[in-house]
């Protein structure tokens, strides 16, 4: 009897070592992608770098770079953590899933934090707020002013992206046509495969800035989701509370103007 009692206890001693030692590593997972972060002394940031003025690519002095205002915001991230700053430009399509995956730290890619996304991924404060808009050929621009003249009609959206989400709840009968790159986009919509092409607004005023065969119609949606947030891995508070700081600091300096009226000149020529 006093057997079985001490394997009684010794069992009981057994499991709570193991439940501990579980909560134990459940805490530490708990936030710990920063001191990873911070470890390697290197911030890896995920975007899609083909929708200027928020990322996109450049030529100085012969070198291609990835700049936009997403770009530096994430400069201002990795500055405030004291670690250096990685770009790595995926499609965008699939950064949600290089977070989970631990491909990237961070996704900084103008996102809208929609439900769907939340079920993968956290997200940070909001930092920008964009309205929606269409691209049209110019010489349509009499044929389509709202997005219910493009009823029926071939529309493009980058895939994965919000904007082919309010196409087609705004647009009936609309045949998607969904790319990762928006480039691709605009010379479907120039070679007249597609009729219009949604995405932010600042995006579609650089694309026609560029393209004077091009014009925004004049409705546009407004953001129901609250804007552009920062995604990071789940369950990563002290990262996110860091990213939020940031995001405050951007914002109380007046940071982002700044950085949205440089894109646009870094923009200037890209679709040309």
């Known amino acids: 009897m006093k057997k079985n009692f001490f394997k009684k206890i010794l069992a009981t001693a057994i499991v709570g070592i193991m439940s501990f030692g579980l909560a134990g590593c459940g805490a530490k997972a708990e936030g710990d992608k920063l001191d990873e972060i911070k470890e390697k002394g290197t911030l890896v940031v995920g975007l899609s770098a083909d929708y200027a003025p928020y990322e996109f690519h450049i030529m100085e002095n012969g070198e291609d770079k990835i700049v936009g205002f997403d770009v530096d915001i994430a400069k201002e991230i990795a500055k405030d953590l004291g670690v250096e700053l990685e770009i790595m430009d995926m499609k965008f399509d699939t950064l949600i899933s290089a977070l989970p995956n631990d491909k990237v730290d961070l996704v900084i890619s ?3 934090p929609d439900e769907e996304r939340k079920k993968a991924v956290d997200f940070s404060d909001i930092y920008y707020t964009a309205e929606h808009g269409a691209i049209v050929r110019a010489k349509d621009v009499e044929k389509y002013k709202k997005f219910t003249d493009l009823n029926g009609q071939k529309v493009g959206a980058q895939m994965g992206s919000i904007q082919a989400d309010l196409a087609v709840e705004n647009i009936e009968d609309v045949e998607m046509q969904l790319l990762s790159n928006v480039n691709d986009l605009v010379v479907s919509l120039k070679g007249e495969k597609i009729e219009a092409l949604v995405c932010e607004l600042p995006v579609a005023e650089m694309i026609v800035k560029n393209n004077p065969e091009l014009v925004v119609i004049e409705e546009s949606i407004k ?16 990262l996110l509370e860091e990213v939020n700081k940031t995001i405050a600091r951007i914002q109380e300096e007046g940071l982002l103007d700044e950085f949205i009226v440089e894109a646009n000149k870094l923009a200037e020529g890209i679709n040309e």
Request: charged share 30%; no cysteine; proline share 5%.
């Open 223 to 238: 953001d129901e989701e609250g804007g552009s947030a920062i995604a990071l891995k789940k369950n990563s508070p002290k």
């Open 110 to 112: 103008g996102l809208s």
